[in-house]
């Protein structure tokens, strides 16, 4: 499903635990790490499509997390064009997003990152809030800024805790621990 303009509808997940600190996975068999994310069907309204891809990349159910907010529209980003599948029509040039800010309310023993027959992810942590926006892959930064932006506010105000100022270069960040099993 691609629109009049080139973009793939998709949903972004933000997961967030009691100590404020952000579900960072990295794509199985490649170096990158993202939050959970995925296209939406022609039949699902964003919210339903964030539940199935929370279910098929983090084993995720309902019960699980609780939805805290989401964007408001379309949070847009363009593939580089080494991406492009210009042989194909339509061409997608990149992806649509509405994001979604969900907390986990269940133990973390609930993750399983092999939910479905074709895993996103193979590692996972936790890491500070501003962290994700100055190491995802450059064409995704605008879009996480973005997103991490519009739910600081709500995650300071949930949680009680100061998240402090949002970083303006490329730091280390914090990391944090891997998923039981590659421990």
């Known amino acids: 499903m691609i629109d009049a303009d080139g973009y793939r509808p998709n949903v972004g997940i933000v997961l967030l635990n009691a100590d404020g600190r952000l579900f960072w996975a990295r794509r199985v068999h490649r170096d990158g790490w993202q939050f959970p994310q995925g296209g939406m069907r022609s039949d699902e309204t964003p919210l339903e499509a964030m539940y199935r891809e929370l279910a098929e990349e983090t084993g995720l159910m309902p019960q699980h997390v609780e939805v805290l907010a989401s964007t408001r529209g379309w949070l847009r980003y363009k593939l580089p064009s080494r991406y492009i599948r210009h042989h194909q029509h339509p061409t997608c040039i990149g992806q649509k997003q509405v994001w979604f800010l969900l907390k986990l309310v269940s133990g973390e023993d609930a993750l399983c ?4 027959d074709k895993p996103e992810f193979d590692l996972w942590r936790w890491v500070d809030f501003w962290y994700p926006a100055a190491h995802v892959v450059n ?11 519009h739910f600081a506010p709500l995650v300071e105000t949930e949680l ?20 039981r099993a590659a421990a």
């Open 139 to 149: 064409f995704k930064r605008d879009v996480y800024h973005r997103a991490l932006r």
């Open 160 to 179: 009680c805790i100061q998240l402090g100022p949002q970083p303006q270069s490329q730091g280390q960040g914090r990391p944090g621990r891997g998923r």
């Open 113 to 116: 990152l092999d939910a479905c």
